[in-house]
C-alpha cells in the first residue's frame, strides 16, 4: 500500500539554525499538509498546500516557516532560526482532494532544539 | 468553547470487550468526521472516515455521528491487546484537519 515517508527520522539542531524537513507523498495525492504534535498535546494544523500554492495556513505558520515542492515528489517544511518551542513531532500528510478526502500521514520527524 | 473536545483517558478494558470512544464538536457546519490510531512513535493511521450522520462499519469497527448532537464515536468490537493505542478523533474543515486530543486505549489481556 503507498505511504507517505518522511525523512529525517530524528532531527537535533542547535537554537537558531535552519531546519529542512523532508516528506515523500503519495504519488497520485494532489494536496499536501504539514501538522505539528507538542509532547503531551494535540496534533496541530500547520499549512496546507495545492498546486504550488499555499491553501491554508495556521497562526503558527508564520515567517519562520515556508514549504516548497522542489520537485515532482518532494515535499520540504524549512524552519528558520529555530527556537527551543519548536521541538516537537511533525507529520506530513497528502490527499487525493478536500472534501472528505482522508489525509494519509508519515510517522514523522522528531525535531529536538537544544 | 474548544472546538472538537475528547476525553483523553487512558481507558482501561478487559480484552474481548466492546469500547467505546467519543468526541463532541462545536460547530454544526462541520461535515467530515476521521478517526485515526496512533501507536506509539508513529503517525497517525486513518481507520474510518465519514460525512454523514449514521454508522459506518469496517470489521471491528463503526463509526457513528450524530449531528443534531454533534457527537461522533467510535466503536471497537472483540477488542484486541494489539488495539491498545491512542484513538483521535479529527474533522476536516477549511483545507486543515481540527484534532481532538486523543483517547489513550488500553486493552487488558
Known amino acids: 500500500e503507498p505511504e507517505v515517508t518522511q525523512t529525517p527520522s530524528h532531527q537535533v539542531t542547535q537554537m537558531g539554525q535552519e531546519v529542512i524537513l523532508r516528506c515523500v507523498p503519495i504519488?497520485?495525492?494532489?494536496?499536501f499538509y504539514w501538522y505539528r504534535q507538542i509532547l503531551g498535546q494535540k496534533v496541530e494544523f500547520l499549512v496546507s498546500?495545492?498546486?504550488?500554492?499555499?491553501?491554508?495556513k495556521s497562526e503558527i505558520f508564520d515567517d519562520q516557516f515556508s514549504v516548497e515542492r522542489p520537485d515532482g515528489s518532494n515535499f520540504t517544511l524549512k524552519i528558520r532560526s529555530t527556537k527551543l518551542e519548536d521541538s516537537a513531532m511533525y507529520f506530513c500528510?497528502?490527499?487525493?482532494?478536500?472534501?472528505?478526502?482522508?489525509?494519509?500521514f508519515g510517522d514523522g520527524t522528531r525535531l529536538s532544539i537544544l | 468553547q474548544k472546538e472538537v473536545e475528547q476525553d483523553p483517558g487512558p481507558l482501561s478494558v478487559p480484552e474481548g470487550a466492546i469500547v467505546s470512544l467519543n468526541c463532541t464538536y462545536s460547530?454544526?457546519?462541520?461535515?467530515?468526521f476521521m478517526w485515526y490510531r496512533q501507536y506509539s512513535r508513529k503517525g497517525p493511521e486513518l481507520l474510518m472516515y465519514?460525512?454523514s450522520s449514521g454508522n459506518k462499519e469496517d470489521g471491528r469497527f463503526t463509526a457513528q455521528v450524530d449531528k443534531s448532537s454533534k457527537y461522533i464515536s467510535l466503536f471497537i468490537r472483540d477488542s484486541q491487546p494489539s488495539d491498545s493505542a491512542t484513538y483521535l478523533c479529527?474533522?476536516?474543515?477549511?483545507?486543515?484537519?481540527?484534532w481532538g486530543a486523543g483517547t489513550k486505549l488500553i486493552i487488558k489481556p
Open positions: 498546500f495545492y498546486n504550488n500554492e499555499i491553501s491554508e
Open positions: 479529527a474533522i476536516e474543515s477549511n483545507y486543515q484537519l481540527i
Open positions: 500528510a497528502s490527499s487525493v482532494g478536500t472534501g472528505g478526502q482522508p489525509q494519509h
Open positions: 465519514t460525512y
Open positions: 504519488s497520485n495525492h494532489l494536496y
Open positions: 460547530n454544526s457546519a462541520f461535515q467530515y
